[in-house]
């Protein structure tokens, strides 16, 4: 979430901003100033009684040592509002405090300075494009008839398991997402990511404290009766691993990857564009997480851009990289690269990965600071991306990789899958 001091002292560059999200409630803004500045003066009002109180508790214990009981009853008497005065402020600058975190958590985190005002999808900034489409012939089939023919995923079975968006992967299809998560992790370790394993359940603090709760709840598993929710992205569990963490400059910048399974409700999502492999409940993913010095995360955005690229690269697939406007980012970004790979049986883009900078807004939330060499203590900037999304990388080699032999393995995972064809 911001800092209350840094909206009260920008307030209309945090307005300007926040325009080019289309946020609405901008009232929020000055309601959050007037909280605050209410909250520090009835903290000064407390601080300044219960200085008068210390006081005059050292001034009858004296007085009670020297035999002074008279005047010493005298003060107990008039400190008796003195307390019930503090009671009343501390009353008061607690419901203030509460009021004014149930405003800030509402707002969003505000742009960089080169995202673009927009609405959706449509005002999104195309600023790389990679490669050519495949060149398929006029027979040829989207995934979902493609795992159908080769038998290797089944999503039927999966909606009689447990319903729609869960499909069951076999034979071929298995190996297939198996060799893809290896080669991503390999990857990851090869560029000093360091793998971890960690749970797929969370509770509700690491949930807010990347920002899924409470603007997400809606999207995500919620196991009730533990109070805990389904990991919607790795993200969650390995930023958390430094909640309420003061790191050392020098050993940032931290890098981290997990391989974990992600589930999403998608509640609203129907029609063509979310069928077969293209929307799901449950899916795979490689996720990268780094904490850096501030000064340093928009280059470590691009670093970690370029390596998601580089991915794509290796596994030959046509591609290209958004900027996201305003109106289309996540509620916690500063700014987010998409990378989406063309579907040439489908004749559309396939969101596969996003990278982002979330500057601050995270670590606000999770009190995740550190230490420079100056001895300052001051919030850590956090960046994760998708390195990658399993479901649409799956769904874009078997659509662009279709021969009349079978489906086409990329070279670079033959080693992974040890077969050449899927036939």
């Known amino acids: 979430m911001l800092q209350v001091n840094y909206i009260r002292e920008n307030r209309e560059k945090v307005l300007e901003r926040l325009g080019a999200r289309n946020f609405k409630q901008t009232e929020i803004i000055d309601q959050i100033i007037q909280l605050d500045e209410e909250r520090k003066q009835s903290q000064t009002s407390l601080d300044n009684l219960s200085a008068i109180a210390n006081s005059s508790a050292k001034q009858i214990g004296e007085l009670m040592r020297t035999g002074n009981k008279e005047a010493a009853d005298k003060l107990k008497a008039e400190t008796t509002s003195n307390k019930e005065a503090i009671k009343s402020y501390g009353e008061q600058l607690a419901a203030l405090e ?6 800030i958590v509402q707002v969003p985190n505000i742009p960089n300075e080169l995202v673009k005002p927009g609405v959706g999808a449509e005002d999104n900034e195309e600023v790389y494009l990679h490669g050519e489409p495949a060149q398929l012939g006029e027979h040829a089939l989207p995934h979902w008839e493609l ?20 499909p069951v992967y076999k034979g071929k299809g298995a190996k297939l997402q198996r060799a893809l998560i290896n080669f991503f992790l390999d990857h990851a370790t090869a560029q000093g990511y360091r793998e971890m394993q960690v749970p797929h359940m969370v509770n509700e603090a690491s949930g807010f404290g990347t920002g899924q709760l409470p603007d997400k709840e809606g999207q995500m598993y919620h196991a009730g009766v533990d109070n805990l929710y389904l990991i919607p992205t790795a993200e969650v569990p390995v930023t958390n691993l430094y909640r ?4 050392k400059e020098d050993e940032l910048p931290v890098k981290n ?6 589930f999403r409700r998608e509640a609203g999502s129907y029609g063509a564009h979310v069928r077969g492999l293209n929307r799901l409940h449950q899916f795979d993913k490689v ?4 904490i850096v010095h501030p000064e340093k995360s928009y280059q470590v955005l691009e670093e970690m851009s370029s390596y998601v690229q580089s991915l794509l690269q290796e596994l030959g697939l046509h591609y290209r ?3 996201l406007c305003g109106g ?3 509620f916690t970004s500063a700014m987010t690269y998409d990378m989406e790979v063309w579907s040439a ?3 559309r883009w396939l969101e596969v990965s996003s990278v982002s900078n979330f500057e601050t807004y995270q670590a606000n939330r999770l009190k995740l600071r550190f230490k420079g060499n100056t001895g300052k203590t001051q919030l850590a900037h956090t960046l994760n991306g998708s390195a990658l999304a399993l479901p649409r990388i799956v769904a874009s080699i078997l659509e662009n990789y279709q021969t009349d032999k079978g489906i086409k393995i990329p070279e670079a995972l033959v080693k992974y899958t040890g077969f050449e064809y899927i036939d």
Request: proline content about 2%; glycine content about 8%.
């Open 328 to 330: 289309d980012m996540g």
């Open 98 to 103: 509460e009021k004014l975190f149930s405003l």
């Open 147 to 166: 795992a159908a023919k080769y038998d290797i995923i089944d999503f039927e079975l999966g909606v009689k398991i447990t319903g729609a968006g869960f």
């Open 244 to 247: 309420d963490v003061i790191l």
């Open 287 to 290: 996720e990268v997480v780094q």
């Open 321 to 323: 990289v958004l900027r």
């Open 345 to 347: 049986a489908q004749q």
């Open 257 to 262: 990857t997990a391989y974990t399974p992600c």
